[in-house]
DNA sequence: CAGACTGCGGTCTTTTTAGACCTCAAAGAT
DNA sequence: ATCTTTGAGGTCTAAAAAGACCGCAGTCTG
């Protein structure tokens, strides 16, 4: 189902995110913690290897304190 | 693995993909053939009974003509 | 009435996520 | 050298998404 075309925006994503976990100074572990999502599916996550749902995405965001719309961010206009 | 309260935030999120398909006066066919997701899938999203993964949300704003974030824009910080 | 369109709901199979747990190597500090 | 933390991978089960197809009732129009 992961299409090559959506592997791009995967990552894209997965960077994104360890962006904003990096610029909290927060650990996989520690964030893990904070959001209730294992640690090594964080991981995955942040490696565009998982096409994540809602309610993950939210979870995320709740835990980076910021609001859903920042993770999608990553966005360049074309 | 839908938890009770997720399932509010499911349902906002579909009631909101509504509103912006019916702002662009589009039918659920005609929203299937832009997004190429099947029309009973979306009208399940917009109840929603589903929970859509980051690829089908921007499949949907693809769809739509807007930015992701617009379907995340509703009134739900938390 | 007939025909077309609409939203909605159901079924089915394949693929994937969610979630939990475990291991490991590298880097840090004590 | 030891202990801890960290990021990264791996495995496994159960639940759910993806995707496709079908049918139905209501509405509208010719």
Redesign the pocket.
């Known amino acids: ?3 090559p075309g959506d592997k791009k925006v995967l990552k894209k994503f997965g960077e994104n995110l360890r962006k904003l976990r990096k610029n909290k100074s927060l ?4 964030m893990s913690y904070a959001c ?6 964080i ?5 565009g ?5 809602l ?2 995405l939210l979870q995320l965001a709740h835990a980076l304190d910021t609001h859903p719309c920042s993770l999608l961010d990553y966005d360049n206009p074309e």
């Open positions: 189902m992961i299409k650990s996989l572990r520690q209730s999502i294992d640690n090594s599916k991981a995955k996550i942040e490696k290897m998982v096409n994540v749902t309610t993950t």
